[in-house]
């Protein structure tokens, strides 16, 4: 499994040890960048706060982090509060790891939910088995995306009205993609 850490980003004397294929889509140097810092962590090993020299670190499962997108949006958000020392991504297990002083729990969740995610944080060693799955989708807006999406192509194949097709096309996009849009007016 890939894992990226923090390492030094001026000499990048460095093997990522990444398959090619995995590394596709990443321009030049990105993976060396900040908002790439991923660590792979144990299911096993996220469990209750842990108390350290820096602070508390607390494992927060996040089911709507999935990509580098979310990880950017959280960083923006908690990276400059108050009490924040530290912040661990596993993109993977979508799970956010952190750093912060006792009392800073609860800003830390209510700036998260700011963002429309919902965190969960274990309780206790066996909480992590205990954690919500994430919610069963509807499938229906994905066929009327597919749908109408199929229609805006035949009508613009057709030679119909190029406002037909773009009404079609706008019923896809509002039926499955207004997440993708509102994260990215963030």
């Known amino acids: 499994m890939p894992v990226h850490t923090k390492h030094d980003e ?67 958000k908690l990276g400059g509060m108050a009490g924040v020392t530290g912040l661990e991504f596993n993109l993977m297990q979508r799970v ?34 205990q954690l919500t799955p994430e919610p069963a989708k509807p499938w229906w807006p994905l066929a009327l995306a597919g749908a109408a999406a199929i229609a805006s192509e035949a009508v613009t194949w057709a030679a119909l009205p190029n406002w037909l097709a773009a009404v079609l096309a706008l019923v896809a996009v509002a039926a499955c993609g207004l997440t993708t849009y509102k994260k990215g007016w963030i």
Do not use: N, W, Y
């Open 10 to 76: 001026q000499g990048h004397d460095h093997d990522h040890a990444m398959p090619q294929p995995l590394a596709q889509g990443h321009a030049g140097d990105v993976c060396c960048g900040s908002s790439a810092v991923v660590s792979a962590q144990p299911k096993e090993q996220l469990g209750k706060p842990a108390v350290g020299v820096k602070g508390v670190q607390t494992p927060i499962r996040i089911l709507q982090m999935d990509c580098p997108t979310e990880e950017g949006l959280l960083r923006k």
């Open 96 to 129: 956010l790891t952190v750093t912060h002083a006792p009392q800073q729990i609860e800003p830390i969740l209510a700036a998260v939910r700011s963002l429309g995610f919902t965190p969960e944080i274990a309780k206790d060693d066996t909480a992590q088995d």
